[in-house]
């Protein structure tokens, strides 16, 4: 019996769980000098340390703790004054150790929370995601499973090995359970991890880039009938690689654990991955019979116990939260919910902001990157942000055009010129020859030759006929390539026929 | 020449009457000589140390100012990375490998112009008490051959003992340096916990693993202690403080006024009357040398072999997982088709010996969920009653002293079938491994009842690793004394010796 989602939340209540794995952006890894560059050869970026070679030792990055207490203290969390590592043990190929350093029952940080603002029914309400832990792990190595179908273990001929990745740091944010989101669960959902992303970002922390896997969510869903405090069971969506996807697998399994239970099957406690094609989940790993990792402290490792006036200086110098900055940016504009939601969607208020603060309007700013930098990017198919225009670039048109140097038309021939990488706007327009017709006569004459050229339109236009002005500067336009003011033209053209606007 | 005891030989040296390459070239020629009976050494660099000892002399010719022990050779237990040479820890799950990297003490080593001569024979992992676990053969006791040198480190005291090695390097995790010094009549040395990297130390019980010193007498540990201590960036647990000033401790050798305490616990019934008489003996010596003798009580003790054996092989069970045939050492049952699973598997199976399996299988469970308070959890409670008892004893006596085992040398083969007995070899020694402190066997005679040696037990509080020195040293001169000669000049001589 096939369940449509508004059948599913009219009986049931979802509760989640969010676990997000951040790769931090240190220039070494958790637990040796090794490099962390993304996309290196296999195994160039290798040690005795992060291969596990008998005698190896393991030291921490003392930047990673720094990045992880950041996220914290941004995550209004506790520092704990003591904390330690732990191993977490099982074996797999791509685990040097065979056991993985994580924090255990002694986290960094404990007891934060975030607020997330979603669109609902009743206008824009609040939601706290209690966050329960933030701690410090280091990444496993991949494998690389070569003549199975779609690259999985099963079926494979053999598989190949890099540890370039195994002891990148990890931070894993663990929430509480969030109840209470009821039908607005995956978009609560999908609105935490972008929040945690704009904060990770904010903090200079990571990447934060979901589709290189720099930051990785975990889903856990269940449901229970609606009034019921007892918790129902639960999957572990895993695989989820952007925000659309968050959304996408918490309402897919919403539904899917609905139809079980309305024709009275059990949940089964598993992990589970999303396929991005489908938007469906996959059975994985069952977790009905629960690993035994065998956690002990890490005895290679001292405890950290960061110094409290450490602590202090990290938190005075934390950014402005994301949202916030965010609401300030939007009242300083006076721009629409709508304008700021499409930049936030198209990833350019940073860039925005930037171009606003070298003396651009913001409006002015808003459209060049919204609209005609944004709609050469979707040409390239490339990110605005890897286009070689900067907002230096952007702010100089924006001044050339108010100083009537260029006019909007000649100035998106400059934008061209810069991101086709002919150089700076100065250079585009010297290279170019861009300029704008200033000079009257140069300007009359084109005008005298348009009507001599049309002489029944320009009587027209004497006859008081305004709308047919348009075909006589047309061709004046023509006449000067372009480089003339538009407005300007009108305006001569109009007295030069006796004419004015009405 | 290769009786004399390092110092000895480093004067020479520095005087000009013998050679590094000599001096070198003497010690390889006794190993060619005796070690097909003793076999304490898995693998000799005669090439690299002749060439290392080469390189000695240069340098001395050319005036460059060089370390104490520059030139004397040394014998490195098979548990430590050295670059380039095979490194097996005693187990044919490592057959072959070759480190890309030289461990701490090694790089000290070579800083010190100390002239490494090759890799000595070991419990494999240094899992035991008697050198019979090597999956290469037993190591020979060169009082008899027919003995064990006591274990881990069997092959280090055991080339001590046969001048094949004027110095030798172990690692004590519950007295697999003191308790194979106190079968051999040498000194052995467990400096306090962090005193010495344990980078490129092969671990068993990270906790509990400890390098240190072995040498023929008491200063030439000191000297070797030294030239390998001192904080470490590449081990987070190594002290960064300085090291404390052994050297000076075993030259002066004074304990006027001393407190030496008798742990009352370690002594008494299970020990052997030989290991007692000299035990008491050695106590009135320093008593006339000045110390005052008082009685220590120690009542958590009597749990520390059982807290042991939980602490241990849970940390060896987690340290030896990556003994799994992906990246080095010995691979099994690679055939076409079979998972990275049962070539694991296979691996472990043929490649760990009967005891390294015990422990991890023995660690394994103590690790478990619903098992982990009772047995891991309650270790560690013990572990911190015994350092307390410790700290306790450590304000009515500056050292605490023992004998280092209940029993002289036992039989090749005589405990092999009870690993409870074997365990109980350590009974005295492990206390100091479970609170971190420092710990010193020297020879203090032979027992009457078998005539073989019997070993002296120090203990000194954290980072104060010379009270030991002082001590050792003073009763050392005492011993000498009274024999005329040291203990390792009565031992009998071996086929072909030099």
């Known amino acids: 019996m096939s369940l449509t ?33 993304f996309g290196a050869e296999p195994n160039t970026q290798t040690c005795p340390v992060c291969l596990a070679l008998p005698g190896a030792l393991p030291t921490v990055n003392e ?89 999985r273990i099963h079926g494979a001929e053999y598989s190949l090995l890099d540890y370039n990745r195994a002891g990148i740091p990890l931070v894993e944010i663990v929430t509480k359970i969030v109840p209470g ?99 469906l989940t996959r059975s994985g790993r069952s977790k009905e019979q629960a690993e035994d990792y065998r956690y002990f402290p890490e005895p290679d490792l001292v405890p950290v116990a960061p110094d409290a006036a450490w602590i202090e200086q990290l938190r005075a110098a934390l950014p402005e939260r994301p949202s916030i900055h965010r609401k300030r940016l939007q009242e300083q504009w006076a721009v629409p919910d709508k304008e700021m939601s499409a930049m936030i969607n198209a990833d350019v208020l940073d860039v925005v902001e930037a171009t606003v603060a070298l003396g651009a309007d913001p409006a002015k700013a808003r459209s060049w990157w919204l609209g005609e930098i944004s709609r050469i990017a979707n040409e390239k198919d490339v990110a605005i942000k890897n286009l070689p ?59 005298e030759r348009a009507c001599a050229g049309q002489p029944e339109t320009a009587q027209k236009v004497r006859d008081g006929h305004l709308p047919a002005a348009g075909a006589l500067i047309g061709m004046v336009m023509k006449d000067t390539k372009g480089q003339a003011d538009a407005a300007k033209v009108r305006a001569l053209l109009l007295a030069h026929l006796g004419q004015s606007e009405g | 020449m290769i009786r004399n005891s390092a110092s000895e030989m480093a004067s020479k040296l520095a005087s000009g009457e013998i050679t590094s390459v000599g001096l ?113 053969g037993p190591t020979h006791n060169p009082w008899d051959l027919t003995r064990i040198p006591g274990g881990s480190g069997g092959g280090s005291a055991a080339a001590l003992a046969a001048f094949e090695a004027p110095l030798a390097i172990g690692t004590d995790t519950g007295g697999s340096i003191r308790q194979p010094a106190a079968v051999t009549g040498t000194v052995g040395v467990k400096p306090t916990y962090g005193g010495v990297s344990r980078y490129g130390l092969v671990a068993f019980s990270s906790s509990l693993d400890q390098a240190g010193p072995c040498a023929r007498t008491v200063l030439d540990a000191a000297l070797l202690h030294e030239a390998i201590a001192g904080h470490d960036p590449k081990d987070s647990t190594s002290i960064n403080a300085p090291v404390p000033a052994v050297v000076a401790a075993a030259k002066s050798g004074n304990v006027k006024g001393m407190k030496i305490g008798v742990v009352k616990e370690l002594n008494g019934d299970g020990y052997q009357k030989g290991v007692r008489a000299r035990f008491e003996e050695s106590l009135e010596l320093l008593a006339a040398a000045g110390a005052e003798i008082v009685e220590v009580s120690a009542p958590n003790f009597e749990y520390a072999l059982a807290a042991y054996y939980l602490i241990a092989p849970s940390e060896c069970s987690s340290n030896l997982a990556r003994f799994d045939a992906m990246r080095y050492g010995l691979r099994v049952g690679d055939n076409d088709g079979a998972s990275a699973e049962s070539v694991m598997n296979l691996t472990r199976e043929v490649g760990f010996g009967r005891e390294v399996k015990r422990r991890i299988i ?59 007995a074997m365990y109980l070899n350590d009974i005295a020694t492990i206390p100091v ?63 072909g010796s030099k």
């Open chain 2, 362 to 420: 023995l660690g394994t469970y103590a690790l478990s969920s619903g098992y982990y308070d009772a047995y891991y959890g309650s270790a560690q409670k013990v572990r911190t009653l015994i350092t307390q008892d410790f700290n306790k004893a450590f304000e009515k006596a500056d050292v605490l002293v023992s004998p280092t085992c209940p029993t002289t040398a036992f039989k090749i083969g005589e405990k092999a079938n009870d690993p409870l």
């Open chain 2, 24 to 136: 070198t070239q003497a010690h390889l020629d006794q190993i060619s000589a005796v070690d097909k009976d003793v076999h304490a050494f898995l693998h000799v660099d005669t090439q690299g140390a002749l060439a290392q000892a080469a390189a000695v002399d240069a340098k001395r010719k050319s005036g460059e100012k060089l370390s104490p022990l520059a030139g004397v050779p040394l014998a490195l237990k098979d548990v430590m990375t050295q670059k380039g040479i095979p490194t097996t820890c005693g187990s044919k799950i490592l057959e072959g490998w070759r480190p890309p990297y030289d461990s701490t003490v090694v790089t000290n080593l070579k800083k010190n112009d100390i002239i490494i001569l090759g890799k000595t024979n070991m419990d494999e992992f240094a899992m035991g008490s008697s050198t019979e676990n090597s999956a290469y």
């Open chain 1, 181 to 279: 989101t009821g039908k607005y669960a995956p978009e609560v959902a999908k609105a935490y991890v972008a929040e945690l992303r704009d904060i990770l970002r904010s903090l200079g922390v990571s990447d934060v880039k979901m589709e290189q896997g720099s930051l990785r969510c975990d889903a856990n869903v269940s449901l229970r009938l609606i009034g019921s405090d007892v918790l129902g069971t639960r999957s572990e969506t895993k695989n989820v690689n952007s925000l659309r996807s968050v959304e996408r697998a918490i309402r897919g399994e919403m539904i899917r654990h609905a139809e079980r239970l309305n024709n009275g099957e059990r949940v089964v406690q598993e992990t589970r991955h999303f396929q991005e094609d489908t938007g």
């Open chain 1, 63 to 151: 930047k990673a703790i720094e990045s992880t207490i950041k996220i914290g203290l941004a995550l209004n969390c506790s520092i704990a004054p003591f904390s330690r590592f732990a191993r977490k043990n099982y074996f797999y190929p791509d685990m040097p150790k065979n056991f993985q350093i994580s924090q255990y029952d002694e986290p960094i940080c404990v007891n934060g929370y975030v607020d997330v603002e979603i669109e609902t029914d009743e206008g824009p309400k609040v939601f706290r995601i209690e966050v329960e832990r933030v701690h410090m792990e280091e990444d496993t190595g991949k494998s690389l499973h070569v003549g199975g179908a779609t690259g």
């Open chain 2, 433 to 495: 491994n479970m609170a971190g402190i420092g710990g010193m066997s020297l020879p203090s005679g032979i027992a009457e009842e078998d005539g073989l040696p019997v070993g002296f037990q120090i203990m000194s509080p954290v980072m104060k690793d010379e009270r030991m020195y002082s001590v050792g040293a003073a009763l050392e001169a005492a011993l000498h004394s009274k024999w005329g000669a040291p203990l390792l000049s009565t031992i009998p001589a071996l086929a």
């Open chain 1, 5 to 37: 989602y508004e059948e599913v939340v009219a009986k049931y209540e979802p509760v989640l769980g969010l676990e997000v794995h951040v790769e931090l952006n240190t220039n070494s890894k958790m637990f040796c000098g090794c490099s962390t560059i």
């Open chain 1, 389 to 447: 225009i900067s907002a230096t670039d952007v702010a100089e048109i924006v001044a050339l055009v108010n100083a009537g140097e260029l006019t909007d038309k000649l100035a998106r021939q400059v934008v061209e010129g810069v991101i086709a990488g002919e150089g700076k706007p100065s250079a585009v327009i010297a290279a170019r020859g861009i300029k704008v017709v200033n000079d009257d006569s140069a300007l009359m004459a084109a005008i």
